[in-house]
Structure formats: C-alpha cells, structure tokens
C-alpha cells in the first residue's frame, strides 16, 4: 500500500515542477520583451514579472523542503538554514498578496473611461511602480522580522518549550508567548485584508466595467468602432479569475493554518494539505497568464496553413 506522505511527495514534486517551469516562462518572456521587443511592452508587465518571480520564490521555499520531507529526508536543515527558509517563504507570500492586489487594481484603472475621476491616477500610476515594490518589500520584510526570532527546525516534537506549528518547523513558546503571537497575527491579519480590500474593490469595479462594456458593445462583431475592446476584456477576465484562484486558495490555507496554530495536537497531514492549498495559487496562476498571453508563439499545427504558408 502507497504511504501518504510518497503521494504528497509526488503531489509537491508536480506542483512545484509545474509552477516554477510556468513561472519561469513567464519572467523570461517579460525580460525579452522589455529588452529586445520594447514595443510589445505593456504597463503591466513589471507587475507580472514580480508576481512570477514572487510565486517561484514561494514555491521554491516551502516545495522543496516539503519533497524532502516526504521522501525519508528528515532534520535536514540547521537553525540558521530553517530560520531563513522561512522568513524568505513568508516575505515571498507577503509580496504574492501585494502584488496580486496591485495587479488587480492596476489593470481597473487601465479598462476605466478617459472621462473618469480616475484618470489623473491613470496616468501617474505607472511611473511609481518601483516605489510600490520598494514599498511592498520593506513592509513585508519588517512584519515578518518576528520568524526569524521564533523558527526552529523540527529536532524532538515533545520538548515542552515548543508549541507545534508544522512537521518541518516549530516556533519556541516563551512566557510572553501568547502576546508575542497575537501581535504577530494582528498585523499580518490586517496586512494581509487591506491588500484583500483593495483587490476586492478593484475586482467589483472591473465587473461593472465589463458589464456596462457588455451593453455598449453588443454590435462589436459586426462593428469596429473599439478595435482594443477584445484584448482589454481577455486581459480583465484573465485577471478577474486569477484574483478569484487567489482569495480562494489563500483563504483555505490561511483558515487551516490558523486552525492549526491555536490547537496542540499534532495534525500532520492536516498541516501537509494547508501548504498544498497554499501552493496552488504560485503554481496555477503561470497556467492562466500562459494561457491568455497572446505574445507567446503559437505553433500551428493545421495541414492547410502549413502547406500555404511554405
């Protein structure tokens, strides 16, 4: 009979093989077109290609430790080495939210109507789009200062001044444990559902959008007075779904991590499955992109065109 942990094995080998390949598609395609095919450049692209190197840094950093794991390869890491493992997986999953929320809001401002009261926005906003990073990197590295203080790898499960977190690492629990956690929770709670709120508005405002577009537009077929309307729409839907595959993910990890954190018995597999969901989104989300990137070669494999086009 097939262990559980050789078939999470196989699951986080796929899910990591798939997201950093995708992943890696994806940021070369943004480098050669920002280098070699600048008029094929769009605004958003420098979000994207930070979100693709975000979501492979977050794959990297919990997948492999966690293929490790499952294949027999125990106590593999030092203190220094698990310290900074995962500060760097938790910083990486910070900027994934950031990201995916300027993402979002960024592509509404594009699709909003030149008459709007956002247009002002509409035009400054991508000339600070390195003070947005700059700004994501510092806030994320402060408030995610505090696992370097408290991460442990796993050596003995059942020394009483440790307080289980997952089966790859634990966190020391002090007398002021309790408060020391809160206050973690707290402001990587409310990080994490401004980011939300903002990505939230954004996504509503894009449906109306396309819904009003919808009704304006139902003659386009045969009309070619918005010959932009297509791409802008693919684009939105595309970012649409990939805000959706996001809440969606991150609120099932985030829901059975907190679950786990506040209980002292020791749910391995419990624990296995949070960091599953919590990588579906790095590894899924390089898919939707590819999917919906219209500059990425197509190959055209019908006998006509092949023949036509010789």
């Given amino acids: 009979?097939?262990?559980?942990?050789?078939?999470?094995?196989?699951?986080?080998?796929?899910?990591?093989?798939?997201?950093v390949v995708g992943n890696s598609l994806l940021l070369v395609l943004y480098v050669c077109i920002s280098f070699k095919k600048p008029q094929q450049?769009?605004?958003?692209?420098?979000?994207?290609?930070?979100?693709?190197?975000?979501?492979?840094?977050?794959?990297?950093?919990?997948?492999?430790?966690?293929?490790?794991?499952?294949?027999?390869?125990?106590?593999?890491?030092?203190?220094?080495?698990?310290?900074?493992?995962?500060y760097i997986h938790r910083v990486s999953r910070g900027l994934s939210v950031c990201t995916t929320s300027l993402l979002s809001m960024f592509q509404a401002l594009i699709i909003s109507p030149n008459n709007s009261m956002l247009v002002s926005i509409k035009v400054r906003a991508p000339k600070y789009m390195v003070h947005y990073f700059l700004f994501?990197?510092?806030?994320?590295?402060?408030?995610?200062?505090?696992?370097?203080?408290?991460?442990?790898?796993?050596?003995?499960?059942?020394?009483?001044?440790?307080?289980?977190?997952?089966?790859l690492f634990i966190t020391r629990a002090t007398r002021n444990d309790s408060e020391l956690a809160g206050a973690f929770m707290f402001g990587m709670t409310l990080h994490d559902l401004i980011f939300h709120f903002l990505m939230c508005l954004s996504s509503i405002h894009m449906v109306l959008l396309?819904?009003?577009?919808?009704?304006?537009?139902?003659?386009?077929?045969?009309?070619?007075?918005?010959?932009?309307?297509?791409?802008?729409?693919?684009?939105?839907?595309?970012?649409?779904?990939?805000?959706?595959?996001?809440v969606l993910f991150y609120w099932l990890n985030n829901c059975m991590t907190l679950h786990l954190t506040f209980i002292s018995e020791k749910h391995v597999e419990l624990d296995t499955i949070a960091t599953i969901f919590g990588g579906c989104f790095p590894a899924l989300?390089?898919?939707?992109?590819?999917?919906?990137?219209?500059?990425?070669?197509?190959?055209?494999?019908?006998?006509?065109?092949?023949?036509?086009?010789?």
């Fill in 210 to 246: 396309l819904y009003r577009h919808s009704k304006q537009v139902q003659h386009i077929y045969s009309n070619s007075h918005s010959p932009r309307s297509f791409p802008e729409v693919k684009a939105t839907q595309t970012i649409l779904l990939l805000v959706t595959c996001f």
């Fill in 285 to 310: 989300s390089p898919l939707l992109l590819i999917g919906s990137e219209s500059r990425i070669p197509k190959l055209h494999c019908i006998p006509g065109k092949a023949q036509s086009s010789s």
């Fill in 136 to 167: 994501f990197w510092v806030t994320n590295a402060l408030i995610y200062i505090t696992v370097i203080q408290s991460t442990e790898e796993t050596k003995n499960e059942t020394i009483s001044r440790y307080r289980y977190v997952s089966h």
């Fill in 1 to 19: 009979m097939v262990s559980s942990e050789l078939i999470f094995g196989v699951i986080f080998f796929f899910q990591c093989a798939i997201g």
């Fill in 41 to 86: 450049k769009k605004p958003i692209d420098l979000i994207l290609a930070h979100l693709t190197l975000a979501n492979m840094i977050t794959l990297l950093t919990r997948g492999i430790p966690e293929i490790m794991f499952c294949f027999g390869m125990r106590y593999f890491l030092d203190d220094i080495a698990s310290k900074t493992l995962m």
